[in-house]
Structure formats: structure tokens, C-alpha cells
């Protein structure tokens, strides 16, 4: 299998990247990456894999992507943080392009898997009402009330891969991802998610002699995140074993938003006055990953310690920060 054509769609963002990175780590010969940005916008390029602009919003271009493929893993979407989704519901909803068309042509092409990246935000809003949350099962995706925009469209998709199963065979694999975090993703502009965000206020704040952070809501909400490569990890179990059901790729490791200001400032070696922003984005007030099914599936759940991983991503990010901040000043 190591010489099949192995194809990444949104190989230039954070996930995607990783995930080329980490297939020609493990020997495969043939990987293609497609993204629709600039080259010089990808998080990561290897120059070993056959790296391809396309829009993959196009039938055509998602052809040309899966032409040849022997497994697809599509992690193409137009996403961000909560700042970014909550309002930008229709560029979200319009990824429903992408998806469609990668199933349309990887059926076309008789790929032999496919693995569609859904997300958290599939599950029912009103199950996440409360700080003091109750893990999120498989199950709790339904009745309906996905966060509007973005995880409807992640539904949707989800569906649309389990009937391409079901009526033309096509082997789909579909896994919830609960907030992915780590080095070489988004860490400014807009479509950053906490933890990335947190990091870059935190060094902005130490670098400037400002010693103030905004925090975007109460500070009270409840989440759970994963290191990326606990998740690139479950990617390859998820598609590689009899898992037919969408399932929750997540930690279960909770903690407030506070927390994780408390654990970047002990990396910083900083404490900041916090102000709270309450009409920020902030999405729902709790939401866990319960790691029963993936348990019973693979033996395995992701298991980084929050500490650990936040320690890389903001040594990461800390680089970047310095970077741009010497090319603003050269
Ligand atoms: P990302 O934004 O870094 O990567 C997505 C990539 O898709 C980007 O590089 C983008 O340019 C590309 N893309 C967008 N529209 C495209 C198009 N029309 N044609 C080709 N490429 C296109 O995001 P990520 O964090 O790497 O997320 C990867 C996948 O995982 C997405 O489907 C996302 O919804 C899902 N997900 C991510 C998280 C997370 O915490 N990062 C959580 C849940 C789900």
C-alpha cells in the first residue's frame, strides 16, 4: 500500500499538513496534497509529495484531485475559530461544495477509502447549555441542533458520506474532531482558535509590557483539546479499522478557558490582568468528548497532556511572533 496514490485535500492548512507530513514519514511514495491557497500560504510544503492548487468547491478540480487515488482523506473546509464561524455561516455552509463533489469523484475513481473530518459542533446545542457539561456521546448528534452554519454543514456532510456507503459502497470513515491544537496552523488574522489565540495574547502582552489579556466570554466555559498528533494518530486508526459510525476524535481532558490562560501564563512565566469580553464569541458554554466508543473500537483514546502539548504550540508560536515582528521592523 505504501506505493498507492494517497491524496490530502486542504494539505495547506494545519491539519492537512500534518497529515501529509506524517503519511511520507511513514514511507508512503505517493501523496498528493490540494489546497485552493497560495503555495506560500501553506502551513507546511514537502517538497516529496505532488503539491496542487485547486478550488476544490469545483467538480472538476475534486476529479483532478482524486484522480487515481487509492484513499482520500478530505480535510478541506473554509473554517476558523468561534470569531470566524459564528460570522461567516454561509462561506462555512457553502464546504457542503467540497465534500459533495470529493464523494462524486472519488467514487468515480473507486477509491478504496475515504475519510471525511466532521467536527464537535455536529452535536445538539442543547446539550452543551451548561459549564458543568456531560461528555458528548455519539449519539447526542441527534435530534438536529448543530451550531448553525458551520456544524450543519458538518452533519450534513457526515450523512452524505454513511448513504454513499450504503447505496454505492464507497468506504467512508467520518470522525468528530473536538478542538485540534498544536504548531504550524493559525495563530492571527481572525480565523485562530483559543488555544492559539491565548498563546499569541499571552506573548503579545509579555513582548509589549502590557500586562492585560482579553478573554472572550466568562472564562468559565468548559471545553477539552486535542494535540495534533493524537489526532493524526486516530486519523490513521479511524480509517485503517471497522469503525462505520461517525465517531468522537477528542480528549477528554476538561478544562475552563480560564484554565488554559492559568497553564500558557505558567509557560510564559507571566500573570496578566483579565478582562471579559461578554459579547465576544464564545460558542456554547460546555462541551466534552466521552471516549467510550472510540475505546471499544480501537483499544486507544487521544491522551497528550494539555500542559505538554501547549508547551510546543506556544514555543511555535513564540518563533512566528518574532518573525513577523522583525520583518515589520527590517
Ligand atoms: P485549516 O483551515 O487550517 O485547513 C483547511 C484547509 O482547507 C485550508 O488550508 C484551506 O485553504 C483549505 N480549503 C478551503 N477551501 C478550499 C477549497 N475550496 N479548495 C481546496 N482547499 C480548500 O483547518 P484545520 O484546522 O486543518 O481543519 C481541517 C478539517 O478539520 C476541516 O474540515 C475542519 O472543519 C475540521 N475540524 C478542525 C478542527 C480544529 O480544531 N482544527 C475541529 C473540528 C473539525
Not at 498544536?182 to 485562530?192: K, L, N, Q
Request: hydrophobic residues 35%.
Amino acid at each position: 500500500m505504501k506505493d498507492e496514490l494517497i491524496v490530502v485535500a486542504g494539505g495547506g492548512g494545519f491539519i492537512g499538513g500534518h497529515l501529509v507530513g506524517s503519511l511520507l514519514q511513514r514511507g508512503f511514495t505517493r501523496v498528493r496534497s490540494v489546497d485552493i491557497k497560495p503555495f506560500d500560504q501553506w502551513y507546511q510544503t514537502f517538497d516529496q509529495a505532488d503539491n496542487r492548487l485547486l478550488d476544490l468547491r469545483q467538480k472538476d478540480a475534486c476529479e483532478a484531485a482524486c484522480k487515481d487515488a487509492y484513499e482520500v482523506y478530505n480535510l478541506a473546509a473554509d473554517m476558523g475559530g468561534m470569531g470566524f464561524i459564528e460570522n461567516n455561516k454561509a462561506l462555512c455552509m457553502l464546504s457542503v461544495l467540497i465534500n459533495t463533489h470529493m464523494l462524486q469523484a472519488a467514487k468515480q475513481a473507486k477509491v478504496e477509502r475515504f475519510f471525511y473530518a466532521s467536527s464537535a459542533c455536529v452535536y445538539n446545542a442543547d446539550k452543551q447549555i451548561s459549564e458543568d457539561v456531560v461528555a458528548l456521546k455519539e449519539e447526542d448528534a441527534y435530534p438536529g441542533m448543530p451550531e448553525d452554519g458551520y456544524g450543519w454543514e458538518k452533519l450534513f456532510s457526515e450523512r452524505m458520506c454513511r448513504h454513499f456507503t450504503e447505496d454505492f459502497g464507497l468506504y467512508t470513515r467520518v470522525a468528530r474532531f473536538h478542538n485540534v491544537y498544536g504548531p504550524h496552523g493559525t495563530w492571527d488574522g481572525g480565523r485562530e482558535k483559543a488555544p492559539a489565540a491565548i498563546c499569541r495574547k499571552i506573548i503579545t502582552a509579555k513582548s509589549s509590557g502590557k500586562h492585560e489579556i482579553d478573554i472572550w466570554g466568562t472564562g468559565k466555559q468548559t471545553r477539552s483539546f486535542m494535540w495534533i498528533d493524537d489526532c493524526i494518530k486516530g486519523i490513521d486508526l479511524i480509517m485503517h479499522n471497522e469503525v462505520p459510525e461517525p465517531i468522537n476524535l477528542g480528549s477528554n481532558e476538561l478544562v475552563t478557558i480560564n484554565q488554559l490562560v492559568d497553564i500558557v501564563e505558567q509557560i510564559a512565566g507571566i500573570t496578566l490582568t483579565r478582562s471579559y469580553q461578554l459579547d465576544a464569541p464564545k460558542g456554547v458554554n460546555g462541551r466534552n468528548s466521552d471516549n467510550t466508543l472510540i475505546k471499544q473500537y480501537l483499544g486507544w483514546e487521544p491522551d497528550t497532556k494539555l500542559c505538554d502539548g501547549m508547551a510546543k504550540t506556544y514555543a511555535w508560536i513564540h518563533e512566528q511572533h518574532a518573525a513577523k515582528h522583525l520583518n515589520q521592523v527590517s
